[in-house]
Protein backbone atom coordinates (compact mmCIF):
# COMPACT_ATOMS: atom_id res chain seq x y z
CA UNK A 1 0.00 0.00 0.00
CA UNK A 2 1.25 3.40 -0.71
CA UNK A 3 2.56 5.60 2.44
CA UNK A 4 -0.07 8.73 1.61
CA UNK A 5 -3.08 6.06 1.89
CA UNK A 6 -2.00 5.12 5.54
CA UNK A 7 -1.74 8.50 6.41
CA UNK A 8 -5.43 8.75 5.27
CA UNK A 9 -6.23 5.75 6.75
CA UNK A 10 -5.07 7.46 10.02
CA UNK A 11 -6.63 10.53 9.54
CA UNK A 12 -9.45 8.47 9.00
CA UNK A 13 -9.33 6.79 12.15
CA UNK A 14 -8.01 10.10 14.02
CA UNK A 15 -11.01 11.88 12.92
CA UNK A 16 -13.24 8.51 13.80
CA UNK A 17 -12.01 8.75 17.20
CA UNK A 18 -12.71 12.36 17.58
CA UNK A 19 -15.98 11.96 16.76
CA UNK A 20 -16.59 9.06 18.88
CA UNK A 21 -15.19 11.19 21.86
CA UNK A 22 -17.44 14.15 21.35
CA UNK A 23 -20.44 11.69 21.01
CA UNK A 24 -19.45 10.27 24.43
CA UNK A 25 -18.20 13.57 25.50
CA UNK A 26 -22.06 14.76 24.87
CA UNK A 27 -23.90 11.50 26.86
CA UNK A 28 -25.58 11.54 29.62
CA UNK A 29 -26.26 8.42 30.73
CA UNK A 30 -28.72 8.00 34.16
CA UNK A 31 -26.29 8.01 36.70
CA UNK A 32 -26.64 6.02 39.94
CA UNK A 33 -26.32 8.32 43.20
CA UNK A 34 -22.75 7.66 43.99
CA UNK A 35 -21.97 9.30 40.28
CA UNK A 36 -24.78 11.96 41.03
CA UNK A 37 -22.86 12.68 43.95
CA UNK A 38 -19.52 12.93 42.51
CA UNK A 39 -20.73 15.25 39.55
CA UNK A 40 -22.64 17.47 42.32
CA UNK A 41 -19.41 17.74 44.23
CA UNK A 42 -17.76 18.72 41.12
CA UNK A 43 -19.92 20.98 39.95
CA UNK A 44 -20.83 22.85 43.27
CA UNK A 45 -17.20 23.46 44.73
CA UNK A 46 -15.62 26.24 43.55
CA UNK A 47 -12.22 27.83 43.96
CA UNK A 48 -10.07 30.88 42.89
CA UNK A 49 -7.79 30.19 40.36
CA UNK A 50 -5.38 32.65 38.38
CA UNK A 51 -8.22 35.29 38.91
CA UNK A 52 -11.29 33.63 38.18
CA UNK A 53 -13.58 31.27 40.05
CA UNK A 54 -13.83 27.56 38.45
CA UNK A 55 -15.55 24.44 39.86
CA UNK A 56 -14.00 20.87 39.32
CA UNK A 57 -16.75 20.35 36.79
CA UNK A 58 -15.31 23.48 34.87
CA UNK A 59 -11.93 21.74 34.34
CA UNK A 60 -13.95 18.15 33.59
CA UNK A 61 -15.56 19.40 30.25
CA UNK A 62 -12.75 21.66 29.37
CA UNK A 63 -10.43 19.20 29.42
CA UNK A 64 -13.04 17.12 27.08
CA UNK A 65 -13.57 19.94 24.98
CA UNK A 66 -9.72 20.66 24.83
CA UNK A 67 -9.16 16.93 23.68
CA UNK A 68 -12.27 17.11 20.76
CA UNK A 69 -10.06 20.17 19.65
CA UNK A 70 -6.39 18.09 20.00
CA UNK A 71 -7.74 15.61 17.98
CA UNK A 72 -9.42 17.21 15.03
CA UNK A 73 -6.72 18.82 14.61
CA UNK A 74 -4.67 15.76 14.50
CA UNK A 75 -6.89 14.32 12.04
CA UNK A 76 -6.35 17.15 9.72
CA UNK A 77 -2.91 17.18 10.44
CA UNK A 78 -2.59 13.72 9.12
CA UNK A 79 -4.84 13.85 6.16
CA UNK A 80 -2.06 17.17 5.20
CA UNK A 81 0.85 15.05 5.73
CA UNK A 82 -0.26 12.65 3.31
CA UNK A 83 -0.27 15.23 0.78
CA UNK A 84 2.93 16.36 1.43
CA UNK A 85 4.27 12.81 1.60
CA UNK A 86 3.59 12.42 -2.00
CA UNK A 87 5.71 15.89 -3.06
CA UNK A 88 8.37 16.01 -0.22
CA UNK A 89 8.56 12.36 1.42
CA UNK A 90 12.02 13.97 3.13
CA UNK A 91 9.79 16.63 5.18
CA UNK A 92 6.88 14.47 5.95
CA UNK A 93 8.85 11.83 8.02
CA UNK A 94 9.80 14.34 10.87
CA UNK A 95 6.26 15.49 11.10
CA UNK A 96 4.73 11.98 11.42
CA UNK A 97 7.11 10.62 13.44
CA UNK A 98 6.27 13.52 15.70
CA UNK A 99 2.67 12.72 15.82
CA UNK A 100 3.52 9.07 15.90
CA UNK A 101 5.44 9.64 19.44
CA UNK A 102 2.22 11.40 20.76
CA UNK A 103 -0.30 8.86 19.46
CA UNK A 104 2.20 6.56 21.51
CA UNK A 105 1.59 8.60 24.76
CA UNK A 106 -1.80 9.22 24.20
CA UNK A 107 -2.54 5.68 24.03
CA UNK A 108 -0.45 4.74 26.91
CA UNK A 109 -2.89 7.80 29.09
CA UNK A 110 -5.96 5.99 27.60
CA UNK A 111 -5.03 2.31 28.63
CA UNK A 112 -3.90 3.26 32.04
CA UNK A 113 -6.72 6.25 32.97
CA UNK A 114 -9.38 5.53 30.70
CA UNK A 115 -10.37 2.19 28.72
CA UNK A 116 -9.77 0.50 25.61
CA UNK A 117 -11.38 2.75 23.16
CA UNK A 118 -9.03 5.17 23.21
CA UNK A 119 -5.74 3.14 23.55
CA UNK A 120 -6.47 0.57 21.26
CA UNK A 121 -7.56 3.74 18.77
CA UNK A 122 -3.92 5.26 19.31
CA UNK A 123 -2.35 2.38 18.55
CA UNK A 124 -3.74 1.84 15.56
CA UNK A 125 -3.31 5.24 14.43
CA UNK A 126 0.22 4.82 15.04
CA UNK A 127 0.60 1.40 13.37
CA UNK A 128 -0.66 3.50 10.81
CA UNK A 129 1.73 6.35 10.70
CA UNK A 130 4.55 3.82 11.37
CA UNK A 131 3.49 1.54 8.40
CA UNK A 132 3.67 5.63 6.34
CA UNK A 133 7.36 6.09 7.78
CA UNK A 134 8.30 2.58 6.84
CA UNK A 135 6.96 3.23 3.12
CA UNK A 136 8.31 6.41 2.85
CA UNK A 137 11.87 5.60 3.80
CA UNK A 138 11.10 2.45 0.99
CA UNK A 139 10.70 5.23 -1.69
CA UNK A 140 13.02 7.56 -0.31
CA UNK A 141 15.80 5.05 -0.65
CA UNK A 142 14.61 3.97 -4.64
CA UNK A 143 14.62 7.39 -5.28
CA UNK A 144 18.77 7.79 -3.88
CA UNK A 145 19.59 4.75 -5.57
CA UNK A 146 19.81 6.19 -9.28
CA UNK A 147 21.43 8.76 -7.97
CA UNK A 148 24.66 7.29 -6.68
CA UNK A 149 24.90 5.12 -9.89
CA UNK A 150 24.87 8.57 -11.62
CA UNK A 151 27.11 10.15 -9.46
CA UNK A 152 29.65 6.80 -9.76
CA UNK A 153 29.63 7.36 -13.42
Wanted: proline fraction near 5%.
Amino acid sequence: MKPWTWLRIGAALQGLGTVLHTIASMDSPSRGPAEQAVFAAMQSFHFPIAGVIRSHWDFYQGYELCITVVFAILAVLIWQLSNLSREEPRLAVPLITTIVVAEILLSAIGWEYFFAGPGGMSILIAACLVAAIFGLRRVDQAAIQPNRIAKAG
